[in-house]
Antibody, heavy 128, light 108 residues
């Protein structure tokens, strides 16, 4: 059974960089076949896909966040990470990591579908 | 950008009764390969979302057969044939990383 666990600071100051790590157990990121993704949920609101990465390092990001997001992978630790720069209060959210079964491409961009395993989520508050 | 619109936003249902949630996309979701890349997720209270349906109509592993998905192009529907108490939560459709606003199912 694949399990994902988010970790990182729960409080980040405005203008700083939010950094989170997702540790995967029960499966190897480097075995391929899946993508690894970040999704967030603003308090009391809906879900927003942030981006995803393949074990090779190939990434795809939500266009609305692309200028501030970096997702990376460390196969030796079976982890992948999220960095979101220049944060504001609007970035306060529960951040989830998830395994992505597949993606599809259209119009020169690639998109996720079929998130089959999710972490429990971690609340990150942006405040001074 | 694609906009996903769900209705209703709130859905009170008597146990044992059917329920239906609509998801409409501002653009056709029918890919040139013939697939509709539309997922349905359920977020139970206090939990992470869980996958119910993928590719519009395929039930995810372990999902009871009272859940079914249908539709193509811009109009999709999630149906629950007989609602149970454990089905309470917020249902989201998703296409290409864009989620609908969610439909909250509650028991009457």
């Amino acid at each position: 059974q694949v399990q994902l666990q988010e970790s990182g600071p729960g409080l980040v100051k405005p203008s700083q960089t939010l950094s989170l790590t997702c540790t995967v157990s029960g499966g190897s990121i480097s075995s391929g076949g899946y993508y690894w993704s970040w999704i967030r949920q603003h308090p009391g609101k809906g879900l927003e896909w942030i981006g995803y990465i393949y074990y090779s390092g190939t990434t795809y990001y939500n266009s609305s966040l692309k200028s501030r997001v970096t997702i990376s992978v460390d196969t030796s630790k079976n982890q992948f990470s999220l960095k979101l720069s220049s944060v504001t209060a609007a970035d306060t959210a529960v951040y989830y990591c998830a395994r992505l079964q597949s993606s599809y491409c259209s119009g020169g961009n690639c998109y996720p579908y079929h998130f089959d395993y999710w972490g429990q989520g971690t609340l990150v508050t942006v405040s001074s | 950008d694609i906009v996903m619109t769900q209705s209703p936003l709130s859905l009170p249902v008597t146990p044992g009764e059917p329920a239906s949630i609509s998801c409409r996309s501002s653009q056709s979701l029918l890919h040139s390969n013939g697939y509709n890349y539309l997922d349905w997720y359920l977020q139970k209270p206090g939990q992470s979302p869980q996958l119910l349906i993928y590719l519009g109509s395929n039930r995810a592993s372990g999902v009871p057969d009272r859940f079914s998905g249908s539709g193509s192009g811009t109009d999709f529907t999630l149906k629950i044939s007989r609602v149970e108490a454990e089905d309470v939560g917020v249902y989201y459709c998703m296409q290409g990383g864009t989620f609908g606003q969610g439909t909250r199912l509650e028991i009457k």
